[in-house]
């Protein structure tokens, strides 16, 4: 499976973007596909998941209510939609995939490259 993130910028603060992570490859073998972030000096950290097949999403207390995530399986595509974004959302966003439900980020084995996303105060 490979994994290409898009969509990150420069954006203020309240404002939004929706990230995408296309997949190919073998995604017949996918189960979850999950967003993790990383800012400068800290853990990288999960911030979402969701279900392949079905409609099961999971999402991190700090984003919960703000950001939502979506796929097209028609597109092989996941989205992360971010609303009302903060300076402390500033990281590189990962997307990853999973043969199981898990938001840690060791359960996740096909990660890619990371977009990065910046909000200004």
């Known amino acids: 499976v490979q994994l290409q993130a898009s969509g990150g910028g420069l954006v203020q603060a309240g404002g939004s973007l929706t990230l995408a992570c296309a997949a190919s490859?073998?995604?017949?073998?996918?189960?979850?596909m999950g967003w993790f972030r990383q800012a400068p000096g800290k853990e990288r950290e999960f911030v979402a998941f969701?279900?392949?097949?079905?409609?099961?999403?999971y999402y991190a207390d700090s984003v919960k209510g703000r950001f939502n995530v979506s796929r097209d399986n028609a597109k092989n595509t996941v989205y992360l939609q971010m609303n009302n974004l903060q300076p402390e959302d500033t990281a590189v966003y990962y997307c990853?995939?999973?043969?199981?439900?898990?938001?840690?980020?060791?359960?996740?084995?096909?990660w890619g490259q990371g977009t990065q996303v910046t909000v200004s105060s």
């Open positions: 990853a995939r999973s043969p199981h439900i898990a938001t840690q980020g060791r359960n996740y084995d096909y």
């Open positions: 490859g073998r995604t017949s073998s996918i189960y979850v």
């Open positions: 969701i279900l392949w097949s079905g409609s099961g999403t």
